[in-house]
Each structure stands twice: as structure tokens, then as C-alpha cells.
């Protein structure tokens, strides 16, 4: 029993420093494009901002990669806080570039730190601290939370083990909290953000699945417009709720027909100090169905792509922060369970 236990405890200890070993590929996040304009608090950026990154380690713990969707790239080196620990600290240093109507391309300097634990073999959660830095004052400070993986240097798996009955999956995305100031020429501005996203499902069969999210986000600036102060709050809460029916059940490549429902709630409150202006109160609440179609690609047995294009039945016109109805989304889906196909 002694000789067992000693070498369950070496093999697990070789498996906590092999995921940031040279040759390693990290994927985190999830990004979307949509095919049209989009109203919202940050402005109309074709591409939203993302969390989502991948990277290769081109030397031990040593972490260079970008975001999948966004321009942007990142350095990042991790340090064992003890020996055989399943906690890791890091230093990153992200160049972001960010492009708008209103401002043009602007790059902004990201210097983070972080933790890092090791829950299996291949997977990971993190907390992020995140400073953005634009045109040498610091503007922004970012918390981040993330589920990520790590694919072994050894080649891609034959990925075929956990799209089965009872198989559980989750969006490797959960969100940011920020808190930034800015002094622009005519005022001041200064806000509270918060992103939060959960996302995932379960395999009802070999061939079809039950999918979810429920995300919440709240945004609260006060602005300084010569000399008058506003305050600005926007909340939205969104959930979905559809089925995928996969269209093979073999190989790596895994191609979908999905539908569901989405469902979303908005609130926008504008209050003016000044006497003079009106204050601003809108609500809306909308249900859409939708269509996908998509593949996932696994990566290993745990670890899948995916790759949508959706349609949204929505009306534009019904809500002033309303989103394109055709999207494309490439995302990363982590499989934590079930039965393995023989």
C-alpha cells in the first residue's frame, strides 16, 4: 500500500508541472462576432472585447498567445508558489489593440497578475488582476475569472470519449469585474462594470443535447460634463435554453442542428443633475428563438471547439441595445464526465 500511495503521489506530481511544460497549448474563453452593429455602453465596436486567448508555451512556464478574435497578444510566466502544489502564480503583460468608430486604433498596455489552479489533469480555473494603461495613465483595472485547458505536446487525442449520455459541459468563460476613470478633455468620467457568464449542459443521448447560459451584467458611470454631473446605470440579464442534435457520433469532427430560446432583460436609467434636462428611464424585455449550426472539434477527450453560425428571430428595432440576428461564435467546450464510448 505504501509503494502504491508513493506512486500515485509521483505521478501526480509530474502531471502538475507537465501542464506548463515547452510545447504545451493553453486555450481559455469564449469569442463571438456579430454581422452587424451592436449599441452598447462601450461604444460600436465590430469586434467585442474578449477574454478569450490561446497560447503555445515556447519554453517551460513560459506562456505566448493571443485572443482568438481580437488583436491582441500576451506573455505570460508561471511560478509555483511550493513544490507539488496544484496552485500557480503568473506575470503577464498583454498588448491590446482597440478599434472604434469614435476613436480610431488605439493600443493599450495590459500588465496583469494572477492564480492559477490545476482541478484535473487538463483543466484549470484563474483569477486574473488586470490593469489597461492608454496614453500613459492607467484607466482601467480588470478582475477576471476563467476555466481553461491545456493540450499535451504529444499530438491531438482521438477525441472521442465524452459526447455520450450523461456527459456534463461547461463555457470556459465566466466573466470580469472593471473600474476605470478617465479625464478626457471635456470632463471626467469614472465607472463599475461587472460581466458575469455561466454557461454549459448535458448529454441527453449519444446524439443530443441539453444547453444553457445565464449571464448578468451591470454598468454604472458618473460623468462630468462642464461642470454637471450625470450618472449613467445600464443592467442586463440574459439566459438561453436549446437543444443540439449532433449529426454523427463518431471521429473528431462533430457537426450540429440546434434551436432554443433566448431571453433578455434590459434597464437603462440616465439621471441629470442639471435641472434644466429631462431624466432618461427605458425597459425592455424580449424572447427570440433561434437556429445553429455548428461542429464541435475535440481537441482531446476533454476538450472541444466550437464553431456557429446562428440566427436570431428578433425584431433590430425593438430595443436600443439590440443585437445583430446572424452571429458567428468559436468557443471552447470543457467535458467533465460520463461514460466513455467503447
Excluded at 104 to 123: C, H, T
Excluded at 170 to 181: A, M, V, W, Y
Excluded at 245 to 256: D, S
Aim: aromatic share 12%.
Amino acid at each position: 500500500m505504501h509503494r502504491l500511495l508513493t506512486l500515485c503521489f509521483v505521478l501526480f506530481s509530474i502531471s502538475l508541472s507537465a501542464q506548463y511544460e515547452r510545447g504545451n497549448w493553453y486555450l481559455s474563453g469564449n469569442s463571438a462576432i456579430d454581422a452587424g452593429n451592436q449599441s452598447t455602453v462601450a461604444g460600436s465596436d465590430f469586434l467585442p472585447p474578449s477574454a478569450s486567448r490561446t497560447g503555445l508555451f515556447l519554453l517551460d512556464r513560459l506562456l505566448v498567445g493571443g485572443n482568438v478574435l481580437n488583436p491582441a497578444i500576451f506573455v505570460r510566466y508561471y511560478q509555483s508558489l511550493k513544490p507539488q502544489s496544484r496552485l500557480s502564480a503568473f506575470a503577464e503583460l498583454n498588448l491590446a489593440g482597440n478599434f472604434s468608430s469614435r476613436w480610431g486604433g488605439i493600443i493599450n498596455y495590459q500588465p496583469a497578475i494572477g492564480l492559477e489552479y490545476q482541478l484535473s489533469a487538463d483543466v484549470l480555473l484563474s483569477a486574473k488582476l488586470q490593469a489597461t494603461i492608454s496614453g500613459g495613465a492607467v484607466i482601467r483595472q480588470s478582475l477576471q475569472f476563467g476555466v481553461n485547458t491545456v493540450i499535451g505536446r504529444s499530438g491531438l487525442a482521438p477525441g472521442q470519449n465524452h459526447l455520450s449520455k450523461g456527459s456534463i459541459f461547461i463555457d470556459p468563460n465566466i466573466g470580469e469585474i472593471t473600474l476605470g476613470h478617465y479625464n478626457p478633455s471635456s470632463g471626467q468620467l469614472g465607472w463599475l462594470n461587472y460581466n458575469l457568464h455561466f454557461g454549459g449542459g448535458i448529454m441527453l443521448s449519444d446524439r443530443v443535447s441539453l444547453n444553457g447560459s445565464l449571464s448578468a451584467s451591470n454598468y454604472r458611470s458618473e460623468f462630468y460634463y462642464s461642470n454637471t454631473p450625470s450618472l449613467y446605470k445600464t443592467t442586463t440579464i440574459a439566459a438561453d435554453l436549446g437543444l443540439r442534435y449532433f449529426l454523427t457520433g463518431k471521429g473528431k469532427f462533430r457537426p450540429y442542428v440546434g434551436a432554443g430560446l433566448n431571453a433578455q432583460y434590459q434597464s437603462r436609467i440616465v439621471d441629470y443633475e442639471d435641472s434644466g434636462r429631462v431624466d432618461e428611464r427605458e425597459e425592455h424585455l424580449g424572447l427570440s428563438p433561434y437556429l445553429k449550426l455548428g461542429t464541435l472539434f475535440f481537441l482531446s477527450d476533454n476538450v472541444a471547439l466550437d464553431a456557429s453560425l446562428e440566427y436570431n428571430f428578433r425584431d433590430n428595432t425593438a430595443s436600443r441595445a439590440a443585437a445583430s440576428q446572424l452571429g458567428l461564435g468559436v468557443g471552447v467546450k470543457i467535458f467533465l464526465g460520463g461514460k466513455k464510448e467503447r
